[in-house]
Nanobody, 120 residues
Framework: QVRLVESGGGLVQAGGSLRLSCAPS????????MGWFRQAPGKEREFVAA????????YDTDSVKDRFTISRDNAKNTVYLQMNSLKPEDTAVYYC?????????????WGQGTQVTVSS
């Protein structure tokens, strides 16, 4: 069993930055690919980024490329999403997930989400 807890969301002006953190519990954290998803009001949840257990491979969606960076620190049992140059359209609830990557990300566990609001 893996329990995921996100933090770091908040209100920021367009062009600003935020760093989200996800702290999974459980001894099997290191075997999972970790991912971030987001869901804006009235929209479906969408994939944002993922990182393999070793950190050697990362994936992200085109809309956040060159602005968002996913990373992980297995010693601290934490995965991060550094978000720069934020835009109002990045406003959403951001979810951390643990799972696997095979063509697309398949989540086995989800966090409760953290709100990110970008004002124009």
């Amino acid at each position: 069993q893996v329990r995921l807890v996100e933090s770091g969301g908040g209100l920021v002006q367009a062009g600003g930055s935020l760093r989200l953190s996800c702290a999974p519990s459980g001894r099997t954290f290191n075997v999972y690919t970790m991912g971030w998803f987001r869901q804006a009001p009235g929209k479906e949840r969408e994939f944002v980024a993922a990182i393999t257990w070793s950190g050697s491979s990362t994936y992200d969606t085109d809309s956040v490329k060159d602005r968002f960076t996913i990373s992980r620190d297995n010693a601290k049992n934490t995965v991060y999403l550094q978000m720069n140059s934020l835009k109002p359209e990045d406003t959403a609830v951001y979810y951390c997930a643990a799972g696997s990557m095979s063509g697309s990300f398949k989540a086995a566990y989800w966090g409760q989400g953290t709100q990110v609001t970008v004002s124009s």
